[in-house]
């Protein structure tokens, strides 16, 4: 048999987190704290029906959506992009500058493939989020972690490491941000900005979580503040719609969005017509605004829960984030506990049946950082669930500090 290409070794590490992570979410005797999903009351399943009898016709958009499309994305859904997602958060765009994707991922992978050469570098965030490292090291970059605090990746590191490095993209989750739930403040979304502009490197910021904010603040994109272009703005809808429909957008200048064109022609031609008319006609027939207040209360209310339940069952020392929004809360423990050995006891012991995602996995740089953290997801799972899970992990994690 032919040997397989270096990419699959390179990626092989992160790609083992990937299917450790699914495998959890779909065991149905296991309270799953690992994946990233929303509420399952959050999809709208009635709507999606309605919607779909209604277009999936002769005298509907039924030709439309059965053809090939545009490599762009159906219009309509472009131009919900601009009004309803963008203009609202204050950045102004045009529909010829927003490209439709198959899912959030693919921004990534697109990227990889317009920037990436094998040996490349790209500055990610530390801890980052393992499925984007999981495709960056599938095109053979060198992902150099930058240190993080509560306010988010430190423009200092980020500054000297631009300098050191010459990276060819950084990569950051400004809001909500996978796996820790911390919010890049406003002054540094400026400044990372800035320094994309100044050193000639594209600022790749992912931020899926953006529109699940139940507290705090909103702030503005760092794209709102990008005067060159260097900054290209990659989103989903999967945390807002449906993870199912698959799909995701990204806005970027004229020159950028022209290859990206050339690259998604190459790989899938273009997204599903039918999740993206679906989704553009939720939108709107006015659907999205109740729909997104259901979103922020019904996760609000799993965020206090998990967060009462940590700090009620957790043992002393135990240190975590409080999220104004999105999915995640990270927390470190004390006592030396390596999450990696927790987390398959934690699985197979018939007394707890509870998954998190080990915090290792998170960081690039290895040495066993991370190792005594772990990320907690409270998307998926009911308050009540949420606190009976969270009582059961606590006491197995006592246990080892005895």
């Not at 859904?77 to 439709?100: H, Q, S, T």
């Not at 500054?159 to 406003?186: C, D, E, H, W």
């Not at 998926?380 to 992990?393: N, Y």
């Amino acid at each position: 048999m032919s040997n397989y290409a270096k990419r699959m070794k390179t990626m092989e590490k992160q790609a083992n987190i990937i299917k450790g992570l699914f495998s959890a979410m779909n065991d149905p005797d296991v309270i799953s704290f690992g994946g990233g999903a929303i509420a399952k009351e959050c999809l709208p399943v009635d709507k999606i029906r309605e919607i779909t009898k209604d277009i999936m016709r002769v005298d509907g958009r039924g030709y439309e959506i059965l053809s090939y499309g545009s490599v762009l994305g159906a219009k309509d859904l472009r131009e919900v992009v601009v009004n309803d997602l963008l203009a609202p958060k204050g950045v102004k765009a045009n529909p010829d500058n927003i490209l439709i994707i198959t899912g959030g991922l693919e921004a990534m992978n697109l990227m990889c493939q317009l920037y990436i050469e094998p040996g490349d570098v790209i500055l990610v965030e530390s801890p980052t989020f393992v499925h984007s490292v999981e495709t960056f090291s599938m095109f053979e970059a060198e992902c150099i972690p930058v240190t993080m605090d509560d306010e988010g990746m430190s423009t200092e590191d980020l500054k000297a490491k631009i300098i050191k490095y010459s990276p060819k993209m950084v990569y950051v989750i400004p809001t909500f941000q996978n796996p820790t739930g911390r919010t890049l403040s406003l002054d540094r979304r400026k400044k990372i900005a800035e320094l994309g502009s100044k050193y000639d490197v594209i600022i790749l910021e992912d931020d899926p979580y953006r529109d699940i904010r139940y507290s705090g603040e909103d702030l503005l994109p760092i794209k709102a503040f990008d005067k060159t272009g260097h900054t290209v703005l990659a989103n989903s809808f999967s945390k807002i719609f449906s993870p199912g429909s698959r799909l995701g957008y990204v806005y970027a200048n004229d020159e950028i969005i022209s290859k990206m064109i050339d690259a998604k022609s190459a790989t899938n031609s273009h997204t599903s017509l039918l999740p993206q008319i679906i989704c553009a006609e939720f939108f709107k027939r006015g659907y999205y605004p109740e729909h997104h207040k259901s979103l922020c209360e019904i996760h609000r209310e799993r965020r206090d829960a998990m967060i009462e339940s940590i700090d009620k069952y957790f043992p002393e020392g135990t240190k975590r984030t409080f999220p104004d929004g999105g999915l995640f809360t990270w927390v470190e423990l004390p006592g030396g506990i390596n999450t990696s050995e927790l987390l398959i006891e934690s699985t197979s012991n018939p007394d707890v049946k509870v998954a998190f995602v080990a915090g290792e996995g998170f960081f690039t740089e290895g040495n066993g950082k991370g190792s005594n953290c772990m990320r907690l997801s409270f998307g998926a799972s009911t308050p009540d669930k949420i606190r009976i899970g969270i009582e059961k992990l606590g006491k197995l994690i006592e246990s080892k500090l005895v």
